[in-house]
């Protein structure tokens, strides 16, 4: 994977490193390694990753991937955000709605339907 084209930007005190909706697809944790590598590189607090740049396996919690993701994230402390719409895919699977509601009640792994939910969260997190 090449080095991915990402922007900075600070919001309430924090540095997040967001990922464009375009790009190459995130399929293995190698890809995660890459991501992660940049938002240490920037100083960034937090990792904003697009929905769509996630493969379908992802989300298929059965296999794996999500949580091997995540944990990296979660281990090198830095916090990492989910944007887009998930409700089809979580009213198709109960598992995936149970760990994205989980997810949402802690301070490292968030999943989020739009910028403005990430702002209102964030904003009241900084309160």
């Not at 944990?71 to 109960?94: E, P, T």
Request: aromatic share 6%; net charge negative; proline share 3%.
């Amino acid at each position: 994977m090449t080095r991915p084209t990402c922007e900075i930007r600070e919001a309430h005190g924090l540095r997040l490193l967001a990922l464009p909706r375009e790009g190459l697809a995130i399929l293995c944790e190698a890809d995660a390694d890459e991501i992660l590598g940049e938002a240490w590189g920037r100083d960034a607090d937090l990792t904003l990753i697009p929905a769509e740049r996630l493969g379908a396996a992802f989300f298929r919690l059965e296999t794996g991937l999500a949580g091997a993701i995540l944990q990296k994230f979660v281990n090198y402390h830095m916090r990492i955000v989910i944007m887009g719409d998930l409700a089809a895919l979580s009213a198709q699977s109960r598992a995936l709605r149970d760990f994205i509601q989980e997810s949402n009640r802690g301070e490292s792994v968030w999943f989020v339907a739009s910028p403005e939910e990430l702002e209102r969260r964030l904003a009241a997190r900084a309160a």
